[in-house]
């Protein structure tokens, strides 16, 4: 059984999720140049203007229309300024379960945008899309990423010993990788009960389907 998401647009009080778009590339560029994302991610550094565009125009469209997952840009709502990306991949239609992830840019940081983006999603994961399970893995030593996990309402599962590569600077300024451990995270549609009213104080949400 596979599927497809939607090209969909997620509002908050605060954000708007929404397909990531050509204006994107500049504000996409730089962070993921940022010094977190090359330590905790795979993205390719240095990370230029013609991979922003390639992931912006074919990457995330042929993910999104092969079933394997979607990509939303993370807006703010006023400014409509790139604020971060919120990522569904390895997606399984007939477990109905997918893996979520998220980048949140260093000129946002500190605002809760991550756990109100990634919340936001969860809700319109189990409400609009019937899915059963939503999964992260943050890396052993990624406090921050743990700490949206927790404060989303996800359960820790366990421990991957060993699978997670992250990236330190060495003496000369490049990358090298190191190996840590992945901590498994899960959230059910149940897990969200507790979470209503919080994400009520963020003033709830609405979908736009069919965005363009």
């Known amino acids: 059984m596979t599927g497809t998401f939607p090209n969909i647009s997620i509002s908050t009080e605060r954000l708007v999720l929404r397909p990531l778009e050509g204006d994107d590339v500049p504000a996409l560029a ?3 140049n ?8 795979d993205v390719p550094q240095p990370f230029t203007e013609d991979a922003a565009r390639h992931w912006i125009t074919q990457y995330a469209p042929a993910e999104r229309a092969a079933g394997h997952g979607l990509d939303l840009a993370v807006t703010e709502f006023l400014t409509q300024r790139l ?9 399984n239609w007939h ?23 990634a919340l936001a999603t969860a ?4 409400r609009d899309q019937a899915f059963e399970r939503i999964e992260l893995r943050t890396a052993a030593d990624n406090t921050a990423s743990q700490q949206v996990a927790q ?6 599962e366990g421990v991957l010993r060993n699978a997670c590569i992250a990236h330190v600077r060495t003496e000369d300024g490049t990358w090298t990788d190191v190996r840590t451990d992945f901590i498994v995270w ?3 549609p149940e897990d969200m009960e507790g979470s209503d009213e919080q994400f009520a104080d963020i003033g709830g949400f609405a979908t736009y389907a069919d965005w363009n």
């Open 34 to 41: 940022d010094e977190q994302v090359a330590a905790w991610t």
């Open 123 to 126: 809700h319109w994961l189990f």
């Open 83 to 91: 604020v971060g990306i919120v990522q569904l991949t390895k997606t």
């Open 95 to 117: 477990v109905r379960s997918t893996e979520l992830s998220y980048i949140i840019a260093p000129w946002a940081r500190g605002e809760g945008y991550a756990s109100e983006a």
């Open 186 to 188: 899960s959230l059910l």
């Open 30 to 32: 730089e962070m993921m």
């Open 151 to 156: 404060k989303i309402g996800c359960i820790s």
